[in-house]
């Protein structure tokens, strides 16, 4: 029997933009020795301050995860921004970091800007639905982890900015060093996720 390998996964779940942490960990982030010194952080908790080691260590993961998707220049960039502009960055790396965020985004948000400008839970359950019907392993989820993803999705994209009581908006951010940064890596297709024009 031939099992397809999905391209999705739900460990979005684990913690959203993550943006404290990032705050958090910048020195380890930027470390040319970021595997040994985020190891000792996991261990120790010096800096992210989160309680259980179990939750720790699954959003150490995504972290990871993370770091790992950035293009090699993105991290030095991130912690030149604001609030706002990094808030959005890690909207960017989460996009780039887990297929099914993208998809729900690109194939649900954007198509509604372009015609109501509204987004509900609603429309993103009825991607979900989609997807769960066409990817066996999607479809083996729990209705609960369904709901997580759409909850936690449309979280994401309300800190970016992206998103306010089922509207969505266009990104405030004028900075245009701040957009050449994704135009020059290649990533126009973020400029059409924050509903910006290229």
Not at 28 to 34: A, D, G, K, P, T
Not at 43 to 55: F, K, P, Q, V, Y
Not at 155 to 172: C, D, Q, V
């Amino acid at each position: 029997m031939n099992v397809e390998i999905s391209k999705y996964n739900a460990n979005f779940t684990a913690g959203g933009l993550l943006f404290n942490e990032f705050v958090l960990l910048k020195e380890i982030v930027l470390s040319e020795n970021f595997h040994d010194e985020f190891s000792v952080e996991i261990e120790e908790n010096n800096l992210m301050g989160i309680d259980t080691r179990a939750s720790r260590k699954r959003i150490s993961q995504e972290i990871i995860r993370r770091k790992e998707t950035a293009p090699s220049n993105f991290w030095s960039f991130f912690y030149g921004l604001n609030e706002m502009e990094q808030k959005l960055g890690l909207f960017y790396i989460a996009l780039k970091t887990y297929q099914l965020l993208f998809d729900l985004h690109l194939d649900v948000a954007v198509k509604k800007y372009k015609t109501t400008r509204e987004l509900t839970p609603y429309d993103v359950t009825m991607r979900l639905d989609e997807i769960a019907s066409k990817d066996d392993y999607v479809g083996s989820w729990s209705q609960s982890t369904l709901e997580k993803i759409n909850t936690r999705y449309r979280r994401a994209i309300e800190e970016a900015g992206l998103y306010n009581n089922e509207k969505l908006n266009r990104s405030l951010i004028d900075n245009s060093e701040f957009w050449e940064y994704f135009k020059n890596n290649g990533d126009n297709w973020f400029l059409t996720a924050c509903f910006k024009e290229i």
